[in-house]
């Protein structure tokens, strides 16, 4: 057999795997829509190696300058819809005899089954291992088509000529050591038959930003769907008449109308499938899926001759138990991708029996019923690789049953006096990504009944945010959950005041947040170092960020002219990179960087438009620092604020800032040198916003861990965050003062 023939049988195999159908879920059975009638070109957003957005259609991804591509954008926006459509250009393209390049489609979702949690290193192993993962993939997926054909044949069309590798499920490898294997499998294999290969990853920000970086690659972000109306209305349109919905313009509306929560493709599938059985929609994403679920499971399944059929309570303690298994699951570090042994299900379950008032034989009548026949989860028999049978789930299912979970949880934290404490969520940031949802849980519940549940809520706040009582009896464990919970309620109450304030009982409550989330965060360093002692960083941020659209109250924060100057006293500073050193008198510093409020007023005294920064528009948090600032507009504040203060306001040197970052302990006024402006110790989560973690600038004065301490007072922000301006040459050897690069330090 040559090579041409298994390329075109394998071209072939792939031409009928493309024109399969949508799968949608549905009473009657599942749905199969036509890929076609379905899909609408979305809005990508390519970022520059200088930062810059650039615009660009679905069809524009892969270009010849472009031919490595990191897809990256959240759960259900239309990832895996935009590779197969890539999928069916390049198949056209062949089809055409405008391209020779051969695209495969692969997904990752039995990736770690695969490797056994293997872990490799770049050498050989790392690309063979890929290489049999792929042929054991087109194997399973073109068995009929390449039946026959030899493992050194199909070896040729992985390796040779032009090819497109269009990666998908990355998010289903949920193992942080099985992605790394991943990584190094795929670098390996990538750059062995880096001739002719093109590829796109798809996968979301968090599941892998996080763990290390992705180089090499451009990054293509997908807008969100409810910020282009064409596509919004295009996506709502698509999916009612695929599912010939009545009332397809009421249908649009109603979408339209809650375009927040409907802010993915997958929301409006969810959507549509609902409007066509109800004719209505839930305003909220918790109430869209739980009614779903609540849809999917009502439905009379066939158990061979017998259907089952489950009644609305039933219904509800399988949604809360499939919650629960998410959870559990989220927090088991051996958890082989999505799935769960059925054996450590069912303990779970029956640990939470009490707490969810279930029956004693609802556990176990469940775990008969899941497989048997799944529903929500897919049962995975002990004869399919695994050493017991498992539950697994579908990454977007359980991102949506973890919120049902997260939102349980929080519902019997916010209004049980007295309540357990809210556990794991404090100590994972991956389960506070799961909140993503509860906010809006929380809005109906406290909306619902004229208010009730609100009444109770602002009558139990003195004792929601005294200290709880700790079930291990340690104290500090017990002071931390109380400011964990402080900031948490603040940051939840924002987020429903933000849609709901306008409304009864809502109206008028603003204040009484404020004041709650600004407890947290006095100016004053060392109350402040207090207050946030031990608490998460996502829980930090989120709640700084809330406070500030809510109004935060720190003038200083706000008004430039307000600004608090630390005195630093002199000495010798020996740059820690160059060794060069030099005499300082005594100088001040600002104890925060400048803010996006403070420029802001900048701004609207100087009336000059060349002052505003890049990407001034998306900068909508008051209190961050503000970024994007080029060194013309950074010394003319420092001149604008000279004029409104009287006093002299400049840019440090570089050896001024790094003499302020070293901080002035001992008696003599010299600073031990150290690597960082706390001490010795690596950056975390409690002493900067390094690494990308966030991936977004977080409010000043959330790392008071990390400042840089001057007798009594500190500086803050001086490492991570934002990279920060000082008037030293980058290079002091050239002549012209206005063409001189200067140094940057702190982030």
Partial sequence: MNRNTARDLYLSGLRDLQSLPVSVPDSGGDLEIPFDDVFHPLRLILKGPNGHLE??????????????????????????????????????????????????????????????????????????LFRSFLQNELGE?????????????????????????????????????????????????SLKVSKGLSAVLALRPEGWVSTFGITGYAQVGVQPINEDHGVFEGLCRNWATALDCEGLDDFVEEVESNADTFASANWIRIGAVLWKREKSLPPTRYGLFSRYAHKLLAYEHKLG??????????????????????????????????????????WCLKEAKDEFRWK???????????????????????????????????????????????????????????????????????????????????????????????????????????PASSPSGSQDRSAQVLRARVLIIGHILERVLASRGSEEPWKGRKDEVRSLLA????????????????????????????????GDPREELLDPTKTTFVPVPGGTCTLSQTKESKELEPFEMARFPVTVAQYRRFLADSKDEGMRPYDWESQEIL???????????????????????????????????????????????????????????????????????????????????????????????????????????????????????RVLRGS
């Fill in 55 to 128: 615009h660009l259609s679905s069809e524009d991804l892969l270009t010849a300058g472009r031919s490595r591509v990191w897809l990256r954008a959240s759960g259900g926006s239309g990832k895996s819809m935009l590779l197969r459509r890539y999928l069916r250009k390049a198949l056209d393209a062949e089809s055409c005899g405008l391209s020779r390049r051969l695209p495969f489609l692969l997904s990752l979702e039995k990736w770690s089954e695969f490797v056994g949690g293997k872990s490799v290193k770049a050498g050989d192993k790392a690309d063979e």
């Fill in 141 to 189: 997926t073109f068995s009929q088509s390449l039946e026959g054909v030899p493992s050194a044949e199909i070896e040729k069309l992985i390796r040779e000529g032009e090819r497109l590798f269009l990666i998908d499920g990355i998010d289903e490898v949920f193992s942080p050591a099985d992605r790394r294997t991943f990584w190094t499998c795929w670098n390996r294999f």
């Fill in 305 to 346: 001759e017998a259907p089952i059929e489950r009644n609305d309570r039933q219904i509800v303690h399988e949604i809360q138990m499939l919650g629960r298994v998410a959870t559990t699951l989220l927090g088991r570090d051996d958890a082989p991708a999505l799935s769960m042994p059925i054996e450590v299900a069912e």
């Fill in 360 to 466: 004693e034989d609802c556990v176990d009548h469940q775990i008969e019923l899941w497989q048997r026949q799944g529903g929500l989860i897919e049962f995975v028999p002990p004869d399919q690789g695994l050493q017991q049978g498992s539950l697994r789930f579908e990454r977007q299912t359980l991102d949506y049953l973890l919120a049902i979970d997260a939102g349980w949880q929080l519902v019997r934290f916010l209004l049980v006096e007295d309540g357990a404490v809210w556990p794991d969520i404090l100590e994972d940031e991956s389960q506070l990504r799961s909140m993503e949802f509860v906010p809006d849980r929380v809005a109906s519940l406290l909306t619902g009944e004229s208010g009730r549940h609100w009444k109770q809520l602002i009558q139990r706040l003195p004792a929601i945010t005294r």
């Fill in 519 to 550: 407890a947290s965060f006095p100016l004053d360093h060392a109350k402040r170092l207090k207050a946030l002692k031990d608490v998460p960083e996502g829980i930090r941020v989120r709640a700084a960020e809330s406070l500030a659209r809510l």
């Fill in 623 to 741: 209190t961050a620092p503000v970024n994007g600032v080029n060194l013309g507009q950074a010394e003319a504040f420092c001149r604008w604020l000279s004029e409104k203060t009287s006093r002299e306001i400049r840019l440090p040197d570089e050896f001024e800032w790094e003499w302020a970052a070293n901080g002035a302990h001992e008696a003599s006024g010299s600073p031990s040198p150290r690597e960082y402006p706390w001490d010795d110790r690596p950056p975390d989560s409690f002493l900067a916003n390094f690494g990308n973690r966030l991936e977004r600038v977080s409010p000043v004065g959330c790392y008071p861990a990390g400042a840089s301490l001057q007798g009594d007072k500190a500086i803050e922000d001086l490492a991570g965050n934002v990279w920060e301006w000082t008037s030293s040459a980058w290079d002091p050897a050239q002549k012209d003062e206005h063409e001189r690069r």
